[in-house]
């Protein structure tokens, strides 16, 4: 309880006792006899002993106080962090009291009296202390700092301190300044391609940065995809069509105005003739799987015997049903020149379109001929030919019977 009822302010700066009866010390305690006991032989002292345990009388003890004990921290109320400090670091107040005995102590009343020291400038406080003696300068909390040419001469005088230099490492290897270098970068990064295919090779990585792209699974998914792509080419790839003539008239007679745009003649001097015909062409598109479309086809007849073109037509744009035998009609135009009435190609086709009145037998004979078709077919890169021959075909008109 003693402790609780004591100040250890007071007593650390030397002030004088307190009037408080809890702060007062006790008065000596007597005996029956009324006498005063025997002064104790050791003093008594604060339970907040100095922070110095040597008991020694000291000159800054001696001066603030009389009783030779000041009060102060007690070092075994601290955790022991080690080796222990002075309170106010490393300046000993004998110093201080030898070295400057005419200093002015602190004086608490100074800043009531306006004596102590300014700190603000406002309203043109401070500025007048030329004049003003009451005024007192702080000092700067941080050192004055030297210029730069004398710090760097006094470093030049005094040795470097090396404990805080890092310790050296070890020297660059001749591999690692090549790999700063731009061919050792490409070697590196070649290196780590090579690694990269090998591992993949090995199904070890997928590819792309997945795992599940790896070498088997690449294989299955080829050849998925070569399979897709012939399924895809097998539909859509159109076949060249078949083509035969229809039924037995291979050839009829033209209409409307292709029939009035060329004239049907029959003329021996000069020897040529000239009639327009359709041919019936009978397509076949089993094969195709989608519409076949023609873009346009170019048609010529030859006379097989002598090896003559006679006629030469063209069919526009026509699209035909797969997995069927649509029928077209090619409109031609026959034309020939010959040197005379004699020439073989066109005493055949005379014999044939000639009236069958004057025949003995009353029978128009037929014609014998070739039919050549060009077909530009949507979806190949090329054009296509077909062929078909006709025997023994009538001629799809006859001349007059006074027609020489």
Not at 164 to 182: D, H, I, N, Y
Not at 224 to 242: D, Q
């Amino acid at each position: 309880m003693d402790y609780d009822r004591k100040s250890t302010v007071s007593s650390f700066y030397g002030a004088r006792r307190s009037t408080d009866i809890l702060n007062a010390n006790p008065p000596p305690s007597t005996d029956r006899r009324g006498q005063y006991a025997a002064p104790s032989a050791r003093p008594r002292v604060d339970s907040a002993s100095s922070f110095y345990a040597d008991r020694q009388s000291r000159v800054s003890q001696d001066l603030l106080n009389q009783h030779g004990q000041s009060a102060g921290y007690n070092a075994s109320s601290f955790f022991d962090a080690g080796r222990q400090e002075p309170v106010k670091g490393g300046v000993d107040e004998e110093e201080e009291v030898e070295a400057e005995p005419q200093a002015d102590s602190w004086d608490i009343y100074a800043d009531f009296n306006n004596v102590g020291p300014r700190y603000s400038t406002a309203f043109g406080i401070g500025q007048r202390q030329a004049q003003d003696s009451s005024y007192h300068q702080i000092p700067s909390s941080t050192p004055a700092i030297a210029p730069k040419s004398e710090t760097d001469v006094e470093s030049t005088l005094t040795p470097v301190e090396l404990v805080t230099v890092p310790a050296l490492g070890p020297e660059w290897q001749r591999s690692e300044l090549k790999s700063m270098t731009k061919s050792g970068k490409r070697e590196l990064k070649g290196a780590e391609r090579k690694a990269k295919w090998k591992a993949w090779n090995r199904g070890e990585i997928g590819l792309f940065g997945t795992k599940w792209f790896t070498k088997k699974f690449l294989v299955f998914f080829v050849f998925g995809l070569c399979v897709l792509i012939g399924i895809t080419l097998a539909i859509t790839i159109p076949r060249v069509p078949g083509i035969t003539f229809s039924g037995s008239s291979a050839l009829t007679q033209a209409s409307g105005s292709f029939n009035d745009s060329i004239p049907i003649e029959f003329s021996r001097s000069p020897a040529n003739f000239s009639f327009p015909a359709y041919a019936n062409v009978q397509v076949d598109t089993t094969g195709n799987i989608i519409p076949l479309t023609f873009n346009s086809i170019d048609a010529q007849v030859w006379y097989p015997s002598t090896n003559m073109q006679v006629a030469t037509g063209y069919f526009g744009k026509k699209t035909l049903p797969a997995k069927s035998f649509p029928v077209i009609q090619i409109p031609l135009n026959f034309s020939y020149v010959a040197t005379n009435d004699t020439d073989p190609t066109w005493v055949a086709w005379y014999d044939a379109c000639k009236n069958a009145a004057t025949d003995p037998n009353g029978v128009q004979p037929g014609i014998n001929f070739e039919l050549i078709l060009n077909m530009d077919i949507a979806g190949l890169p090329t054009s296509q030919s077909a062929s078909a021959q006709a025997a023994n075909a009538a001629c799809p008109f006859q001349l007059p019977v006074n027609s020489q």
